[in-house]
């Protein structure tokens, strides 16, 4: 298995506060995803990034931001947590393979209440 | 811009019996394509994936696709399911390598094995 953790993997939250998901991995793969998983869409991209302080937005971008400082961590981060931000999010990881096979994460489920 | 269609969002069968899950797509250009697998409180395992070449692609747990360029299709199949392949596929389609090239996801087809 990918090296890749999540955490938290559960979080309940309230409207209006900020909540930071972490993504970590130990396979020092370039691009890392955030994804958002919710019944009928499938998986969403958020946000993604193609290395240290390089990010760019997915198709459902809004109301969240990514930060990438190292290699290992990506960081999504809800500035002011909605109810229709709850979801199961998934962090993934690719290398350099040429074709985008994707490595996922075990989720992290936040409901905002 | 490219899009994935799982045309079932459900499907029941029973063990043994053979399964097929239906995926079509639409790109402009040349793509990849992936079958996802999730079981219940997990994350996405590749199943399968189609590059090039045989069009016939094999993948873990006796599954395969078969990749129809004409149709654009990319149906994942098993000739004898078994309980433990209850879970959820996603198809998945991608069409530039070596950026951080997106994938796109159909919405999934819940594959329900009983007895």
């Known amino acids: 298995d990918a090296g890749i953790t999540q955490s938290p993997r559960h979080k309940v939250t309230e409207t209006g506060t900020p909540v930071t998901l972490r993504c970590h991995q130990t396979e020092n793969h370039r691009y890392m995803y955030w994804y958002r998983q919710d019944p009928g869409h499938g998986l969403r991209l958020i946000h993604y990034?193609?290395?240290?302080?390089?990010?760019d937005k997915g198709e459902v971008s809004d109301g969240y931001s990514v930060s990438r400082s190292k290699t290992e961590d990506f960081l999504l981060t809800l500035e002011s947590a909605t109810s229709s931000q709850t979801s199961v999010y998934f962090c993934?990881?690719?290398?350099?393979?040429?074709?985008?096979?994707?490595?996922f994460g075990p989720g992290t489920r936040l409901t905002v209440l | 811009a490219q899009s994935v269609t799982q045309l079932d969002s459900q499907v029941p069968v029973f063990e043994e019996a053979p399964v097929e899950l239906r995926c079509n797509y639409s790109s402009s250009v040349s793509v990849y394509l992936f079958w996802y697998v999730q079981y219940p409180n997990q994350g996405l395992q590749l199943l399968l994936k189609?590059?090039?070449?045989?069009?016939l692609v094999k993948g873990i747990n006796g599954f395969e696709a078969e990749f129809n360029k004409s149709q654009t299709s990319f149906h994942l199949r098993k000739p004898s399911v078994h309980i433990s392949d209850t879970a959820e596929y996603f198809c998945a389609v991608s069409d530039r390598a070596g950026t951080a090239s997106k994938l796109t996801f159909g919405t999934g087809t819940r594959l329900q094995v009983t007895l």
């Open positions: 189609y590059l090039s070449g045989s069009t």
């Open positions: 990034s193609y290395g240290v302080k390089d990010t």
């Open positions: 993934a990881i690719s290398g350099t393979t040429g074709y985008n096979e994707q490595f």
